[in-house]
């Protein structure tokens, strides 16, 4: 699963640089704590600051260059590699840096932000090493696009046979129009319940069953077609459920990633303004 | 140079950005994997999806997924020699390969499918834009085409979609016609509408390569394609090899069975999307910023201001904690520093050695932290002492200081104590372990063997013990007290000095000379006879008397002079052997030295014997009970001190168990007694 990965790019160059970083952190807070109370104040507690500090930026410079397509500053999935070992870095860097003392405050708030960040961001790497051979397993079936043009279609196909049938047909085809126009996404319902929207195929086809006798024998066949349609298009949205779920999940954690960047950054600011004046 | 890559990007449809790369290497890697040095971000190719090889001269598109995902000129191939120009489909990009010259390197020419085919919702955006030109949403609709048979051909069809002759009736015409249009296709049918705005839209912004224009449905055949390279790009065809390999069957081509939809119209997949009009990314980042920025307002606005500081106030500076200014000196403006002055206003502390000792002063704050806590500023810890200590900077090199103490258990040095120097009278440093030098210069005689003998004859409690005569101070124990005649030794030396009157004792402290006087007064008022008595005679007898008492009790207590019998002072004190009498004192008396016994042995550590008791005190005096001259100095090694405060021992081996930073007002070396009582402690 890692070979190619991100995780040991460049020959793992990455990864080693982290280890011996990491050591060297480690070896330096030791003979650091030795001597002297550890805090954010004195000389090696700056530097561990202020390392941190500069890896946070680096960070956060991958939003940047990943949209930087002309860049010849190394490679987006060099950078992607260096973003997760350097991120784990930081999880060292500050607390080393705060002399691991914590409390209920803004600088507290900037580590607490900084774990939330560290964390979706292994959460997402765990999902870009297991989502992607799952979506490429739908290489087999439709795309998405596909789907979509193919499901209108077939709604518009329903169209004429509902049309100047009874009641009970015309309503049963608003109820798939109004199933198709929903104003609400489900991708996050979706995720997080992992239910898809519609109902299974086997349910559908009993209902359209218990419809059928209800109505009168001269739109059975025009019904048996419509029925064809909404099995049709019952499988198909399955389908876009189950490669839209896959898509959501590889942006879903990006939607605690990045809003806690920002924020940490905001609180990286507001810790310098007021270690600065305290 | 074996390839050149030429790749166009249209960060807007209107803005086009083209990117030439040339690569090294006889083999060039195409797949989503970043690490191909063809990368196409598309899910639909696989992470290694191509290869194209240089094999002497010439180039083989291999393509390595299990079933085939390529086609090159409109079939579907496992392998093809690239000849000529042509076009590669894979996923939703179109290579477009050629080469001038038989020398020149592979020239590969695509476009990055942002604004053609990236995202549902850029599809719906293309639907609904050309109402000029309706037929511009056909090519949109072509994924129905898999109904008619290979669905991995609707994968490579869409993009492969021939122009205009897709609605031919001509199967013939469709098969001939091959995946990717030569540059210079669009001219060609010009005057035509191009039905497939995707397959347009590429062609339009293809390089105008010098392809002469060729007639309506006349693209290059595919099959069998002339091996020897004609006129660069004007010629697009495949050597199949080998013949075995599949290819796109006619039905693929075949017009649906469904009628075909009306325009596409209701976005299904955005319906299944994570983004909502408020719930986005940029939405939340917004909101994550306010509210940090909220927390650190609201901690601004509060009277206190524990959200913003950088840790809780110390308990002692708590009754101030809203009052910042106290200590940050508003003058001192955006600083972390607070002044020492704003500490020794309340705080007036002897520096550490009168802060002489130190080249560069040490601010207050550099070991008393305030924002670290409720704790207690004086607790520091004894590693903030080993700044300096564990490589101290002395600049005079004659002096006697050990430079670097990083530890106790190990580079502690031997404790030492000031001596005085018996031939310079000068006091000196010397160590425990210099045996040659260190010796107790009190001017006193004990014999700690004797005294702590157990068939001496001791108190009616048992035989005398170290705190017979040494106890430590009841108040918190640090120092021992002196050792008092009429505490310790009265019990068993008590100064008596007439066996007639047993109860009569002399007072300690007084110079042999000084007893004289007490001794006659003492005397008269124990005269037995009273003047009525005597008959008048008593007041020569009484002066007899009282002399004949007074000598026999200065023999007892001072000795016979001209013989070696001692007397009782002579037990434990020596004759100051320089006397200073006043002038035309009387000279008959021998004058006692003063006991001169060091007050305080370590004047810059401090000992606590209350919290040792737990232990003998021989257990860390072990010379004692051997000790039988005056001159031995009875103090415990640091060896002794390193039995439990050690790193794994079990008690702490931290500088401030024994030492303070700030100067602490010492003892005097050593007190010179006018009086022997006045015997200092240890």
Redesign the interface.
């Known amino acids: 699963m890692l070979d190619?990965s991100v995780l040991v790019y460049g020959g793992k160059r990455y990864l080693f640089m982290a280890a011996l970083t990491g050591a060297a952190l480690v070896g330096s807070y030791v003979l650091y704590?030795?001597?002297?109370?550890p805090?954010?104040?004195t000389l090696p507690g700056l530097v561990y600051g202020a390392l941190g500090l500069a890896a946070i930026l680096i960070l956060l410079f991958l939003g940047i260059r990943k949209r930087s397509?002309?860049s010849h500053l190394g490679?987006?999935?060099g950078w992607v590699s260096a973003h997760i070992y350097l991120g784990l870095l930081t999880l060292m860097m500050i607390p080393m840096h705060a002399g691991f003392?914590f409390?209920?405050?803004?600088?507290t708030?900037a580590f607490v932000?900084l774990v939330v960040v560290v964390l979706s961001g292994l959460f997402g790497l765990a999902l870009y090493l297991t989502v992607?051979p799952k979506?490429?397993g739908y290489?087999?079936?439709?795309?998405?696009?596909?789907?979509?043009?193919?499901?209108?279609?077939i709604?518009?196909?329903m169209k004429p046979l509902a049309a100047g049938k009874t009641g009970l047909f015309q309503r049963l085809y608003f109820e798939e129009i109004g199933r198709?126009?929903?104003t609400?996404?489900?991708?996050?319902r979706?995720?997080l319940t992992g239910r898809k929207?519609f109902l299974a195929l086997a349910a559908r086809t009993q209902e359209l069953n218990r419809i059928l006798p209800q109505l009168p024998g001269s739109e059975h066949e025009a019904f048996t077609q419509f029925s064809a349609l909404v099995l049709q298009r019952t499988e198909m949205?399955s389908r876009?459920?189950g490669q839209?779920?896959l898509k959501?999940a590889l942006?879903?954690w990006?939607?605690v990633h990045?809003?806690?960047?920002?924020?940490l950054?905001?609180?990286v600011g507001?810790h310098l303004l007021?270690?600065?004046?305290? | 140079m074996p390839f050149t890559v030429i790749v166009k990007r249209f960060p807007t449809p209107e803005q086009e950005e083209t990117q030439t790369k040339d690569i090294q290497g006889l083999t060039l890697r195409i797949g989503r994997g970043t690490d191909n040095e063809l990368h196409l971000e598309d899910h639909t190719v696989q992470l290694h999806h191509a290869v194209i090889q240089e094999v002497g001269g010439a180039y083989v598109f291999r393509d390595l997924s299990a079933v085939s995902l390529s086609a090159v000129n409109g079939k579907r191939t496992k392998e093809a020699l690239l000849i000529g120009a042509g076009g590669i489909a894979i996923g939703p990009y179109v290579l477009r390969f050629s080469r001038p010259t038989p020398k020149a390197p592979l020239c590969i020419e695509y476009e990055s499918p942002i604004h053609v085919l990236s995202t549902s919702r850029t599809l719906v955006g293309e639907i609904e834009r050309p109402a000029h030109d309706p037929d511009a949403t056909m090519a949109l609709r072509l994924p129905n085409w898999e109904q008619a048979g290979d669905p991995d051909a609707t994968r490579i069809l869409p993009a492969l979609r021939p122009t205009g002759a897709t609605r031919s009736d001509d199967p013939d015409a469709t098969r001939a016609l091959p995946a990717f249009r030569p540059p210079a296709a669009p001219q060609t049918v010009a005057g035509v509408p191009d039905v497939d705005k995707t397959m347009a839209l590429s062609v339009e912004r293809a390089p105008a390569q010098s392809a002469p224009p060729e007639p309506t449905k006349s693209v290059a055949p595919v099959v069998p394609a002339p091996p020897a390279p004609v006129a660069p790009l004007q010629q697009t065809g495949v050597e199949e090899r080998p013949p075995s390999l599949p290819t796109v069957s006619d039905d693929q081509f075949a017009e649906p069975a469904f009628e075909r939809p009306a325009i596409l119209k209701i976005p299904f997949a955005a319906a299944y999307r994570l983004e909502g009009r408020f719930l986005n990314k940029a939405t939340l980042s917004v909101v994550g910023a306010v509210v940090v920025l909220g927390i650190a307002a609201m901690g601004a606005m509060f009277d206190s201001k524990a959200v913003l500081m950088p840790g809780e106030v110390s308990a002692k500076h708590a009754s101030f904690v809203n009052e910042c200014v106290r200590c940050h000196l508003p003058t001192s403006g955006m600083r972390t520093a607070v002044p020492d002055s704003t500490c020794v206003a309340c705080h007036k502390s002897p520096m550490h050695f009168g802060d002489h000792s130190l080249a560069e002063p040490l601010a207050c704050t550099a070991c008393h932290m305030v924002h670290k806590g409720n704790t207690i500023l004086a607790s520091t810890t004894g590693n903030d002492c080993l700044r300096c200590h564990a490589d101290l900077k002395v600049t005079n090199p004659t002096v006697d200081i050990h430079r670097s103490i990083t530890d106790f258990g190990v580079t502690h040095p031997e404790f030492a104590v000031m001596v005085k120097d018996p031939e310079t009278g000068h006091e000196r440093r010397v160590r425990l372990d210099d045996a040659d030098r260190l010796t107790d210069q009190a001017k006193i005689k004990l014999n700690h063997k004797l005294h702590l003998d157990p068939d001496l004859p001791g108190l009616a409690s048992g035989p005398l013990q170290c705190v017979s005569c040494h106890q430590a101070s009841e108040r918190k124990g640090y120092l021992m007290p002196p050792v008092t005649f009429d505490r310790a030794c009265a019990q068993c030396h008590a100064l008596t000095m007439d066996s007639k009157f047993p109860d009569k004792t002399v007072p300690h402290g007084r110079q042999p000379r000084e007893l004289d006087l007490y001794l006659k007064v003492l005397y008269t008022s124990l005269w037995p006879v009273s003047d009525e008595a005597a008959g008048g005679k008593a007041a020569a007898k009484e002066k007899v008397w009282i002399a004949e008492q007074v000598e026999k009790a200065e023999e007892k207590l001072f000795g016979k002079k001209g013989t070696r019998k001692r007397g009782q002072c002579q037990l434990c004190h020596m004759p100051d052997p320089s006397p200073l009498r006043e002038p035309g004192a009387d000279d008959r008396f021998t004058v006692l030295a003063a006991t001169a016994i060091p007050g305080r042995w370590f004047l810059n550590s401090n000992f606590n014997h209350a919290a040792h008791t737990m232990e003998k005190c021989i257990a860390c005096h072990d010379a004692a009970p051997q000790s039988e001259a005056t001159t031995d100095v009875l103090l415990p090694k640091v060896k002794t001190c390193r039995a439990c405060h050690d790193a794994d021992g079990t008690a702490s081996p931290s500088c401030l168990e024994c030492h303070l930073f700030h100067e602490i007002p010492k003892p005097k070396q050593a007190q010179t007694q006018k009086s022997p009582d006045a015997n200092p402690p240890n």
């Open positions: 190619g704590a030795r001597d002297t109370t805090s954010g104040g397509y002309a490679t987006v999935k003392h409390g209920w405050d803004v600088h708030l932000l992607p979506l490429t290489e087999g079936e439709m795309l998405p696009d596909k789907i979509e043009s193919e499901l209108n279609r709604v518009s196909a198709a126009v929903a609400t996404p489900q991708g996050w979706m995720l929207p949205e876009l459920a839209m779920r959501n942006q879903a990006l939607y990045v809003p806690a960047s920002i924020a950054l905001v609180a507001v007021v270690v600065f004046y305290y």
